[in-house]
């Protein structure tokens, strides 16, 4: 799947805020280096199980 640019800086921007200076210089060359030729691409990863623990536990009152 071709890489969006303008869907890559979305999702960074929840993570890292919206001012792009303030980026490690990593993240800023994911977005704006030509992602053709870096070959950069979104990727979707599928698990191949999922395990589902129940963590609860009964509150005790002092």
């Known amino acids: 799947m071709p890489f969006d640019v303008p869907r890559g800086r979305r999702k960074l921007t929840r993570c890292l805020g919206t001012d792009e200076t303030t980026w490690d210089a ?5 977005l704006h ?6 070959g950069t691409m979104r990727l979707r990863p599928t698990p191949d199980s ?3 623990k129940d963590l609860s536990y ?3 009152l002092p």
């Open 33 to 38: 280096d030509a992602p053709a030729e870096r």
């Open 50 to 52: 999922l395990t589902a």
């Open 26 to 30: 990593g993240f800023v060359h994911y």
């Open 58 to 60: 009964a509150a005790t």
